[in-house]
């Protein structure tokens, strides 16, 4: 859509591109170039293009009046990581020639919507799985609004989602605002965004990159506690913080962990009153357990257990060891009380045992 393409666009690459009413979506791409003759073509096919989209306001009109900006940053483009390896016909098949193919798209959205399963032609493995995620789940079911591979990687200034982890979770914020707020002000969101720190989960950790499930269901709300516990019972990650590698194994070993650990067991998943991690601690917005916000510490540990006992007392919570096995400086008395069953049961047991010897051993000097 240039001079360099055509003499006669010479008009077109300084301003407007004629609309067209056509509806439906782009006309329908052949097959992408192979990436040896891309390189062969070498930059000469995007020095071509950018002659017309490098214009900053190079725009055309859709069908429902919308105007879509044609402008493509050459510098954003050469850094992505198809920068030197792709060019413009590999996605954009049928628009090498000018005049280009009508666009047949009539909304930004739509545009979109026929443009993006370019992607699959490349990464289809990723692509099969966003067929299973929740996202594909509500496009399929005519929303629009689902998110589809370049809204989350970009378009032409894609990069690579582990240089910038923090990106991650802003990237899922354009959409899920207030929960990224949330996450933003919560333990995790703060060290990731405020600190840089790399040991924190991102948005995708806990819920998936490309076959995002929902947080709604109960199999979801069950493995929950396996989430947590790839951070949480890594004892070398929690020293550095000075938290306990133990907390996933003394939740499991309590009441509620049990009843959570037999369920999972079952053919069919169901869902459960018994806590999980998330029911105690926040789901998006945990906070320390030394901010005086957290749902966990002494002072709100009641409130937090009424959610499920609204008959507990105001010593009910006492029972609750915080999720540290009992030591001589962590619930001392417990501690003792087990000490003395660790002795008191095999000396009973061996006490019994003696007697039965030393009764077979009379008995046999008898006869």
Not at 44 to 61: F, P, R, V, Y
Not at 299 to 317: E, Q
Not at 328 to 344: D, E, G, R
């Amino acid at each position: 859509m240039c001079a360099a393409c055509h003499p006669s666009a010479a008009e077109h690459a300084s301003g407007q591109v004629p609309s067209s009413p056509a509806q439906g979506q782009p006309a329908p791409a052949s097959t992408p170039t192979a990436p040896a003759a891309a390189v062969e073509k070498g930059q000469s096919e995007i020095e071509k293009c950018m002659g017309c989209h490098q214009n900053e306001n190079l725009t055309t009109t859709l069908g429902n009046g919308e105007v879509l900006n044609l402008h493509v940053d050459a510098s954003a483009f050469a850094n992505s990581v198809h920068g030197g390896k792709l060019t413009c016909s590999d996605c954009h098949a049928g628009y090498t020639e000018f005049p280009h193919p009508q666009l047949r798209a009539t909304s930004k959205r739509s545009f979109v919507l026929a443009y993006y399963e370019v992607c699959k032609r490349c990464h289809f493995a990723n692509y099969t799985k966003t067929l299973d995620s929740v996202h594909y789940t509500v496009l399929s079911s005519g929303s629009q609004n689902a998110p589809v591979c370049t809204d989350c990687h970009g378009a032409h200034n894609v990069t690579l989602q582990n240089i910038s982890r923090a990106q991650i979770s802003h990237s899922c914020g354009t959409c899920h605002e207030d929960v990224y707020a949330q996450y933003a002000k919560s333990v995790h969101g703060a060290a990731l965004l405020d600190g840089n720190n790399e040991d924190v989960p991102v948005c995708t950790t806990c819920h998936g990159v490309h076959n995002i499930q929902s947080a709604s269901s109960s199999q979801f709300h069950l493995m929950s506690t396996d989430l947590c516990a790839k951070c949480h019972s890594d004892a070398e990650k929690m020293a550095k913080y000075g938290l306990s590698p133990e907390v996933v194994q003394t939740y499991l070993d309590d009441f509620h962990g049990k009843t959570v650990s037999f369920v999972r067991k079952q053919e069919s998943v169901v869902w459960t009153g018994k806590p999980v991690c998330t029911d105690c601690h926040g789901v998006h917005d945990i906070a320390s357990s030394k901010d005086p916000g957290s749902l966990t510490i002494k002072s709100n540990l009641l409130a937090t257990c009424r959610k499920c006992h609204p008959d507990a007392t105001d010593n009910f919570p006492d029972a609750w060891l915080s999720h540290y096995q009992p030591s001589l400086n962590k619930a001392s008395i417990v501690y003792f009380i087990k000490v003395y069953y660790w002795i008191l049961i095999p000396v009973m047991i061996g006490g019994l045992l003696l007697h039965i010897l030393l009764d077979l051993w009379r008995l046999a000097r008898n006869r």
